[in-house]
């Protein structure tokens, strides 16, 4: 029997997308799971919201069964372009589905406002458009810590595993499965994904518990652990953290969590299989620690230096500085009244990010450390012309391909924070709105400076053309840039 050239093509195809999509209907279930948590507290406290999430809950649930029974049959064998896709679907079409209780609940939000929020949700920003949470209903505040919190496992593993096997923006440094290297952590990357998500687990116990011992009820406690450890930023009170600015013990704890989501897991692996010294050997590590000491040390003396208290200000220094750098976005205070170098400073610092391997977002340390390192190379050509020198980082060669992938998504990242900045300011948002919410919806930050989205404000009064924009800008960041830029490119579909 003769099979005509088309059939063939139509049946890889179909294949192909089958492979995806069979996937993505697992996600969907893991993310009706979870959304039966809130349902289970609002059924419990007969609240008028369990409705919203029942119908949410069976929406998604019908949609994952029933792509999983279109595509069971289909063996799964990626290619690397079908991960580029998956990447970007996957995480489109979750935070598409985590907005149904928002439109359907209590708030009963617009399409763009659920969508902005879930999307700030799941990528982890914790940028949002609500006013009054304190009056949301339990379910929904719970509902907001958890979508949170499995945007920061689902970052973690697509760190660790998805994008150094793209070769994504220099993260084929941390490729732990890699035959180039010698010390593996574990012999599978599903052995390592389960060991972090069991740390992952842990650690969120661990502030849940830190936070009801020091003074939070059940549910704020719950909430915040999960959103501390996602480096995610909702809070349960319009406030932030500024509800607990008199509790300097519950903003010591949260900038230790948030600290410690901002560290390589990996590394938390590698210490409890014996190796003490993994977590300080590192160099991103040592990095990101000396980044915070120089910010939180000149901002302390800045805020002493006009007359501030010094404890009370080495406290909110430290929570907001950790907070801004590990791209969690909690505040405890306004800090765009600390004065212009607090502004200029937190502006900054809003580039940054925590380390690759992490729940943080932002540019990442180690992206500053390996230009560092290519700044100094290339003065030692200009001094030495025929010199050979060899650029190492952890104790590994940094190949051309990786100099090449930082350089390039360094380059996108601020294109499109500048793209993004002039597509608001068309809009008519003043320049500091946004210029400082493009940079914080790309480094997945939260706040951004001014009046209008700073640390004392939120994004709800933004046109909605605003928040669609925000919204790329949010998946993009989270999705490291050029893994989205390469979809748009008509090379990538001739492949």
Excluded at 205 to 225: E, F, I, K, P, T
Excluded at 276 to 303: C, E, M, N, P, Y
């Amino acid at each position: 029997m003769t099979t005509f050239p088309g059939a063939l093509y139509y049946r890889d195809a179909y294949r192909n997308w089958a492979q995806i999509f069979k996937i993505m209907s697992v996600l969907w279930l893991v993310l009706a799971l979870f959304m039966a948590l809130p349902l289970a507290v609002l059924l419990v406290e007969k609240d008028l919201d369990a409705p919203a999430f029942g119908v949410s809950l069976f929406i998604v649930l019908g949609a994952a069964l029933t792509t999983w029974l279109l595509t069971r049959r289909v063996s799964l064998q990626l290619k690397p372009w079908q991960m580029f896709v998956l990447t970007s679907a996957s995480w489109a079409s979750i935070t598409g589905f985590a907005s149904l209780p928002l439109i359907l609940g209590a708030p009963q939000l617009s399409v763009t406002n659920a969508v902005f929020e879930s999307v700030s949700a799941i990528t982890t920003t914790g940028s949002t458009i609500l006013v009054g949470i304190e009056d949301l209903s339990d379910g929904l505040k719970l509902w907001r810590g958890i979508m949170q919190w499995m945007g920061g496992i689902g970052i973690i593993v697509m760190g660790i595993a998805i994008l150094p096997f793209l070769k994504v923006g220099g993260m084929r440094l941390f490729h732990t499965e890699s035959s180039d290297w010698s010390d593996k952590v574990m012999p599978r990357t599903g052995g390592i994904a389960k060991a972090t998500l069991s740390i992952y687990v842990v650690m969120t116990l661990m502030a849940m518990l830190s936070y009801w011992l020091g003074g939070m009820n059940r549910l704020d406690a719950v909430v915040h652990g999960m959103t501390s450890l996602a480096t995610g930023g909702f809070a349960n009170s319009d406030a932030s953290f500024g509800a607990y600015a008199d509790q300097p013990w519950i903003l010591w704890m949260a900038s230790l969590f948030m600290l410690s989501g901002a560290l390589p897991f990996v590394l938390y692996i590698r210490f409890l299989r014996g190796s003490r010294s993994a977590l300080w050997k590192d160099q991103q590590v040592r990095g990101l620690l000396g980044v915070l000491a120089i910010a939180i040390a000149l901002l302390t003396f800045w805020r002493v230096m006009k007359g501030d208290s010094g404890f009370e200000s080495l406290t909110h220094v430290t929570f907001n500085v950790i907070s801004v750098v590990t791209t969690t976005g909690y505040a405890s205070d306004d800090y765009t009244q600390w004065g212009a170098l607090a502004i200029v400073a937190f502006f900054y610092l809003t580039f940054v990010g925590g380390c690759s391997g992490s729940t943080s977002g932002g540019m990442k340390i180690f992206r500053f450390q390996i230009a560092m390192l290519m700044l100094r190379d290339q003065l030692r050509y200009l001094i030495h012309a025929n010199g050979v020198f060899t650029t190492r980082y952890n104790h590994q060669p940094v190949t051309s391909d990786i100099s090449r992938s930082v350089v390039a998504f360094s380059f996108f990242f601020f294109i499109t924070i500048a793209v993004l900045a002039l597509g608001l300011s068309v809009l008519g948002l003043d320049l500091v709105t946004a210029l400082s919410g493009a940079a914080t919806a790309v480094a997945n930050v939260g706040p951004g400076l001014g009046d209008t989205i700073g640390p004392s404000g939120n994004f709800a009064t933004l046109p909605d053309a605003a928040k669609w924009l925000l919204c790329i800008g949010m998946l993009m960041g989270r999705l490291e840039i050029l893994t989205v830029v390469v979809l748009l490119t008509p090379m990538f579909w001739r492949r």
